[in-house]
């Protein structure tokens, strides 16, 4: 049967909600440490720098094998390697709610890191998977709202479970769940199960190709810079208003939860409009200089917190645009049909060494010259995100008029082919 005789799929929007809630719910992983951050370094007697590390000790596995366990995963497939992502994630989180010491519990949340980077690599290509081409860019944008989803409501809820079962009741309830999303996802994905042939010559060349590919390394520096913005500014954002604006713990958590969330609808906005043709370098370019202004309201001496806070919530809703866009590109971005789970494990590697980084380098900052130093880094961030946004729109330009291997070929697996007519 020809290709205009192709029968095109509805998108399995069910499926497409099951899946997001497998990120969102490894993304919890990363909220419950911004709302328990005051507790564990008061149990622990933590200082700000090793209780950022608490914060970015997660994104260590992605930000240093982002890429090669996205090459691991398209040979071993993608919905096995999601299930033993949310398991992995488990243990690491209910080992960590027994750590007695600072060493014990970086390591466990190392293992959730290990867990988080599966899951996020294996749920994008099954969304195209089961996604009607003209409505990808919207199940994207929608899956890259999977963190601040996430970390927005544990945010939001921490303070008052904490309180309840105390963080480490937190830390076992945030095991819970990646098991029951687990025996959820097992009867409903199998039909994704079957695995294409990846042999190591194929997945070494995969690996490669990814490497050599400069628009691959423009998205991953972008998405780098982005998500050191966002977690050094919402990591300490409690800290902040609670130090700066004198406000409750609580107060202080709703707040920033409520920002975080806010990325959410930026996300699904910048999805929406690179499906109307909106080019690249414009999303990231006008998110970012959005993101540098709002750093000087947020950090300035003397601010109002009404300014500081309306600053955090421009700089989220804006900078949400800038991971749908990326998270769209990957399928163009891919350079051969085996290398889908690594061109996301790129990107994502780029997001998660910017989260490894970003709350360090911004707590050692504030220590030396005090948070209305903070505005430098996050500024000099946005400026390279937008001049790489600028290099990536260069490097690909618009849609190009050629198959997509990701969409047309999927990595793991085939769908049965379809009937010739008569």
């Known amino acids: 049967m020809s290709g205009g005789n192709r029968v095109t799929k509805p998108t399995s929007w069910a499926l497409v909600l099951a899946l997001t809630s ?51 995963i398209d040979r071993i497939g993608h919905r096995r390697a999601l299930l033993a992502g949310l398991l992995l994630t488990a243990a690491g989180s209910g080992i960590g709610a027994f750590a007695e010491n600072v060493s014990v519990l970086l390591l466990s949340r190392l293992g959730e890191g290990v867990g988080f980077t599966a899951t996020a690599l294996s749920v994008p290509p099954l969304l195209v998977r089961i996604s009607a081409p003209g409505q990808r860019g919207i199940v994207l944008g929608l899956w890259s709202a999977f963190i601040p989803a996430g970390t927005g409501v544990t945010t939001l809820v921490g303070p008052w479970l904490i309180d309840a079962i105390g963080w480490r009741g937190l830390w076992l309830l945030a095991a819970t769940l990646p098991v029951l999303v687990a025996a959820f996802l097992v009867p409903t994905t199998r039909s994704l199960s079957t695995t294409a042939p990846n042999t190591h010559p194929a997945r070494r060349e995969s690996i490669r190709a990814v490497l050599k590919s400069r628009g691959i390394l423009f998205a991953t520096v972008v998405f780098a810079s982005y998500s050191a913005q966002f977690l050094a500014v919402f990591g300490f954002l409690p800290t902040l208003l609670t130090r700066q604006g004198a406000l409750p713990p609580k107060t202080a958590a709703i707040l920033t939860a409520t920002a975080i969330l806010v990325n959410i609808p930026g996300n699904i906005l910048g999805g ?13 370019g006008a998110a970012s200089a959005v993101m540098a202004a709002s750093a000087f309201a947020i950090y300035a001496t003397g ?29 163009e971005l891919a350079p051969r049909p085996d290398a889908a789970a690594a061109t996301v494990g790129a990107l994502l590697q780029g997001s998660t060494l910017g989260q490894t980084l970003g709350p360090p380098a911004l707590a050692a900052l504030t220590t030396a010259f005090g948070w209305q130093s903070s505005p430098i880094l996050l500024a000099f961030a946005a400026t390279l ?9 260069r490097s690909i330009g618009f849609p190009r008029k050629r198959h997509d291997p990701i969409v047309n070929h999927p990595p793991e697996c085939h769908s049965a082919p379809t009937p010739r007519s008569p």
């Open 22 to 72: 497998a990120g969102i719910t490894v993304a919890v992983q990363v909220g419950k440490a911004v709302a328990a951050l005051p507790a564990v370094t008061a149990d622990l007697r933590l200082s700000l720098t090793s209780g950022s590390w608490v914060l970015s000790a997660v994104s260590i596995a992605g930000a240093l094998g982002g890429l090669a366990l996205g090459a691991v």
């Open 385 to 393: 995100a937008a001049g790489l946004g600028i290099a990536l729109h």
């Open 272 to 284: 929406f409009l690179r499906g109307r043709g909106v080019p690249r370098w414009v999303l990231i």
């Open 303 to 331: 601010t109002p917190l009404a300014l500081r806070y309306a600053g955090s919530l421009a700089l989220s809703f804006a900078g949400g645009m800038i991971p749908s866009t990326l998270f769209a590109a990957a399928p």
